[in-house]
């Protein structure tokens, strides 16, 4: 028994005209891409939901793929046959012998498009059951709430068979909520924002500070890597990285201490933002959590974020530690952030950092630097690159740059 195609069902789509076709056209998009490696799959979209033709890629395969992209509400794996009776009976009582379960209860529902077909769905209903209890033993009917539903569909181009209705991941595909510059470190509580943000349908970019010599290679990967696992959820992401070190040395010698990592903050969002409005973006993520750690009380946020006016936006905000933990193992990127590759940010932190910076104080220290130079220089060494899920950056870096920890 092989499925031959896959229906997709649509997750929140109550919108209507220009916007429903908007988020049809994402999720293909966003299947497609998530399911490049497969050649063989062909998609068609329809305005209520879409089909994946197999042409001889196993389910399981793209099964595991599937129920990752946000926008799929539920899903089934279907066998289209010819419309004769004898060849829909005989698939049904194949699709049954190889899923059903002894002590389950089931009960066959037909519908059809093809109104001018034989039999009507009552009748379809009835032959279809009566010739599977023929043909097996230990069978069950149950109309209510039946554990399994065969469900039948008779259409101009064939009958299509399928008996498992599985659950997507929900949340609105990649895309449709706009474009937003993420800032993804190596951490934990980063990959969990990005996540949340795309579940709402926000396309993100990384935005990505790394400081060599500082930091190594590996660090960087780790960002990169932490971005490909977060690739299975729309197929692809944009991995922006930012050099930092100058910035980082030059603020570490000039200024007070407790203003370090305040001035840093401000230097990251500067660039964050400068980025996004290039790149056409309309908002900027992160990963803070109020109250987490000195950088992240609401005095310290008001003082980073006192650069700009573009909505900053922080899914992890009000969630504790525990909670953010259970989601990064949940969504897969835990183990890899607890990875101990130092990134920018560890290795300058200041010892005693302020808790209350002034905003006063830091325009009032910023100003002894050249910000327009730093921010320049730090802008013309951008480097831009598409991530695809499942891409392994880790271990192609050798040892000697991991070494330089
Ligand atoms: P995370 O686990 O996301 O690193 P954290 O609790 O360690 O968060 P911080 O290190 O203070 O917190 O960073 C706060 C936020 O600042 C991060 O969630 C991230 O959005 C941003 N950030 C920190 N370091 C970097 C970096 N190197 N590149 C890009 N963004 C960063
Ligand atoms: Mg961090």
């Not at 769905?121 to 033993?137: F, G, K, P, R």
């Amino acid at each position: 028994m092989q499925y031959t195609e896959i229906m997709v069902r649509y997750g929140e789509l109550s919108t209507k005209g220009k916007n429903r076709k908007d988020f049809i056209n994402r999720l293909a998009g966003n299947v497609q891409k998530v399911l490049r490696d497969f050649p063989d799959l062909a998609i068609k979209t329809h305005h209520d939901r879409m089909h994946i033709i197999l042409n001889g890629t196993p389910f399981e395969k793209v099964d595991e793929r599937l129920k990752l992209v946000f926008g799929i509400q539920t899903y089934s794996p279907v066998i289209r046959t010819e419309k004769t009776l004898e060849e829909i009976e005989k698939t049904a009582l194949e699709l049954m012998q190889a899923t059903y379960k002894e002590g389950m209860t089931f009960k066959v529902n037909t519908r059809r498009s093809d109104h001018k077909y034989e039999y009507d769905t009552n009748q379809l209903n009835q032959l279809v059951a009566d010739y599977l209890y023929n043909h097996m033993t230990g069978l069950q009917a149950e109309m209510k709430r039946p554990d399994m539903v065969l469900r039948l569909e008779i259409r101009q181009d064939g009958a299509y068979i399928s008996n498992q209705l599985l659950h997507g991941i929900g949340g609105m595909p990649v895309g449709t909520a706009g474009k937003a510059m993420m800032m993804l470190s190596g951490g934990i509580d980063s990959p969990v924002a990005s996540y949340l943000a795309m579940k709402r349908g926000v396309d993100i970019e990384m935005v990505h500070f790394f400081s060599p010599p500082y930091t190594s290679e590996k660090a960087l990967a780790k960002a990169m890597e932490l971005t490909s696992i977060l690739a299975k959820y729309c197929g692809k992401i944009n991995f922006i990285q930012v050099p930092f070190a100058e910035i980082q040395e030059t603020i570490k010698e000039k200024l007070p201490e407790g203003y370090l990592m305040t001035v840093q903050r401000r230097f990251m969002l500067r660039l964050a933002d400068m980025i996004r409005a290039k790149r056409h973006g309309l908002a900027i993520f992160n990963g803070e959590s109020v109250g987490q750690v000195a950088s992240q009380t609401l005095e310290s946020m008001a003082a980073i974020n006192d650069v700009t006016a573009t909505p900053v936006i922080r899914p992890v905000a009000t969630m504790d530690k525990n909670e953010i933990i259970a989601k990064a193992e949940e969504i897969g990127t835990f183990d890899l952030s607890i990875q101990p590759f130092e990134d920018c940010c560890t290795i300058f932190a200041p010892p005693r950092p302020k808790t209350k910076p002034k905003i006063d104080k830091a325009r009032e220290y910023e100003a002894r630097l050249d910000v327009d130079g730093l921010l320049e220089r730090a802008l013309a060494g951008v480097k831009v690159t598409p991530i695809y899920p499942g891409q392994k950056f880790i271990d192609n870096i050798a040892d000697e740059d991991a070494a330089l920890l």
